[in-house]
């Protein structure tokens, strides 16, 4: 695991054309950046809340809940945190992603 100021990230697989990332996000500061990728981005809460805002307000915010399966897709800008912002344990989720471009990912 790899820590950053948006929350824990660790590489779970990495290959074949996809990529597979576990997230843990507890006590982190709400990114002031917007995030994306060139590709389809899942997400698959597994613990807690995870609230969803994007920047195109065409897009309303969404919170998911453990099991909500999410599709991201490519070039939409967001931002994902924990929710409520005082829950006491860490959100964990799982991002998958195809490896058609080498990508530096701050996660969310």
Not at 18 to 44: H, M, Q
Not at 51 to 66: G, I, K, M
Request: glycine share 8%; aromatic share 10%; net charge positive.
């Amino acid at each position: 695991m790899r820590s950053g100021p948006t929350g824990d990230v660790g590489t779970l697989f990495s290959g074949s054309g996809l990529e597979i990332v576990w997230v843990s996000k507890k006590g982190e500061a709400i990114d002031r950046d917007w995030f994306s990728l060139p590709t389809v981005d899942l997400l698959l809460v597994v613990r807690g809340r995870l609230r969803v805002d994007f920047q195109d307000r065409q897009f309303e915010s969404l919170t998911l809940r453990p099991g909500d399966l999410f599709l991201l897709p490519p070039g939409v800008k967001c931002r994902a945190y924990r929710w409520p912002r005082t829950a006491r344990r860490a959100t964990e989720f799982a991002a998958i992603y195809p490896l058609r471009h080498k990508s530096t990912r701050a996660h969310r």
